[in-house]
């Protein structure tokens, strides 16, 4: 079997298969190892499993070259010295980081790294999880250096930002930093050298700074909507012609598998001394309550249809991990709601075409601002739109 020159472990998700792609694309021979044999097949078959612009193409363009080679087996790994680990450190029941299914999966590949190997961490861990790693394949007799360098782009636009935003590379050694270096040279980003947890910290703090802006905003909207006054009127009246609050974003859900993780993973890495991190996940998580209280209270939801437009966490995605369009439904079922949900992306048999759940609702939220909701004919309707996706910000 021909040598590979990388090795991406997890390479059919949102993170591993555009960072595949984009590597292929610049002439290297690349191996995706991954579980998902359906996802597999699929990307063997010239089909992307997710929206992400420009990578169906891409695809399509690299599979006849011969430079993509897909299997679920993690032999892979014997044909390369170098290996990206696409394997995240999720949180569980309690908010708190879980190490079990990166443990696992160090346990299937280290009987096929090979001395001298890089091993790159591209996902976000937990602080000092780099140097866990190293530690742990030292120890097993393993000669390899690990690197931590996180990928930082926002889904739907990864193919464009990976050749466009600096790359951080967490290094501990000189030869981690030269073999990293290398390897995202053909990339053509520049390099910011640190130390693993300086990386690792530098890719939390990042998320974590999002996720408290968006909570400032949504806060800031639940203020002046319990004042009685139009929001969109404040909130010209901060923005307009005004440098220093351009930034200050609009409320609306703050989900997805990223934000309110890797906060969590801050606050659990810093005990009992992140108040602003918990408070920002109290008001995000809390905005969907926000809502149906607020409706429950103007007229009780039982016996009424809510309709739910939009279950992605984000416009123009296809992704429902960790949407809050899910704890909205739930809560305004738990009132005593019929709820109807719809979205053009996300495929779910429980979902119903848009035009059932515009003509057969009483209430309308749009919970996810995809560009197809614009042009919606909702006039005189009770719709609840906090994004502004429709017009003006309502509840």
């Known amino acids: 079997m021909d040598p590979l020159d990388v090795v991406i472990v997890g390479g059919c998700g949102h993170v591993g298969l555009p960072l595949a792609l984009s590597l292929a694309d610049s002439g290297y021979r690349v191996g995706i190892d991954d579980i998902?044999?359906?996802?597999?097949?699929?990307?063997?078959?010239?089909?992307?499993?997710?929206?992400?612009?420009?990578?169906?193409?891409?695809?399509?363009k690299i599979l006849p070259s011969g430079r993509l080679e897909l299997s679920a087996d993690p032999s892979l790994l014997t044909r390369t010295d170098t290996v990206i680990l696409v394997i995240g450190t999720p949180i569980d029941e309690f908010m708190n980081p879980s190490v079990r299914v990166f443990d696992r999966v160090l346990d299937d590949l280290m009987p096929h790294l090979r001395d001298g190997s890089l091993v790159v961490l591209r996902s976000t861990v937990f602080p000092g999880t780099t140097e866990t790693v190293q530690r742990r394949l030292r120890a097993a007799g393993l000669d390899v250096e690990v690197v931590f360098c996180p990928e930082?782009?926002?889904?739907?636009?990864?193919?464009?930002?990976?050749?466009?935003?600096?790359?951080?590379?967490?290094?501990?050694s000189d030869r981690g930093f030269e073999k990293a270096s290398r390897l995202f040279e053909p990339l053509?980003?520049?390099?910011?050298?640190?130390t693993p947890l300086e990386a690792e910290l530098a890719?939390?703090?990042?998320?974590t700074w999002r996720y408290m802006k968006f909570a400032i905003a949504n806060q800031f909207f639940q203020i002046v909507h319990?004042?009685?006054?139009?929001?969109?009127?404040?909130?010209?009246?901060?923005?307009?012609?005004?440098?220093?609050?351009?930034?200050?974003?609009?409320?609306?859900?703050?989900?997805?598998p990223c934000l309110l993780k890797d906060t969590m993973q801050l606050s659990?890495?810093?005990?009992?001394?992140?108040?602003?991190?918990?408070?920002?996940?109290?008001?995000?998580?809390?905005?969907?309550?926000?809502?149906?209280?607020?409706?429950?209270?103007?007229?009780p939801l039982a016996g009424r249809t809510v309709g739910i437009l939009g279950m992605a966490f984000k416009g123009e995605s296809d992704d429902p991990r960790a949407s809050l369009s899910?704890?909205?439904?739930?809560?305004?079922?738990?009132?005593?709601?019929?709820?109807?949900?719809t979205d053009p992306f996300v495929q779910d048999p429980t979902f119903v075409p848009?035009?059932?759940?515009?003509?057969?609702?009483?209430v309308i939220v749009i919970a996810a601002p995809h560009k197809a909701y614009r042009a919606l004919e909702l006039q005189g309707r009770d719709v609840v739109d906090v994004w502004g996706i429709t017009g003006p910000i309502r509840l």
């Not at 053509?188 to 640190?194: D, E, F, I, L, Y």
């Not at 004042?227 to 010209?236: A, E, H, K, M, T």
């Not at 602003?276 to 998580?285: F, P, S, V, Y």
């Not at 704890?327 to 109807?340: D, W």
């Open 36 to 60: 998902d044999t359906a996802k597999i097949a699929q990307v063997r078959s010239g089909s992307v499993p997710f929206l992400e612009n420009g990578a169906e193409a891409l695809l399509k």
């Open 203 to 207: 890719k939390l703090l990042t998320n």
């Open 268 to 299: 659990a890495f810093t005990p009992d001394h992140f108040p602003m991190g918990q408070a920002a996940m109290q008001i995000n998580e809390g905005l969907p309550n926000y809502i149906v209280d607020t409706l429950n209270s103007r007229q």
């Open 152 to 172: 930082r782009i926002a889904e739907g636009h990864a193919l464009e930002e990976i050749r466009s935003l600096p790359q951080l590379i967490g290094a501990t």
């Open 226 to 256: 319990r004042s009685g006054l139009d929001y969109n009127n404040v909130l010209d009246a901060i923005r307009r012609d005004y440098p220093r609050a351009a930034d200050l974003p609009g409320p609306g859900f703050a989900a997805g």
């Open 188 to 194: 053509g980003v520049t390099v910011v050298r640190t």
């Open 354 to 362: 848009l035009e059932k759940v515009v003509a057969e609702s009483d």
């Open 326 to 341: 899910y704890k909205l439904r739930k809560l305004a079922a738990f009132k005593g709601a019929t709820v109807l949900c």
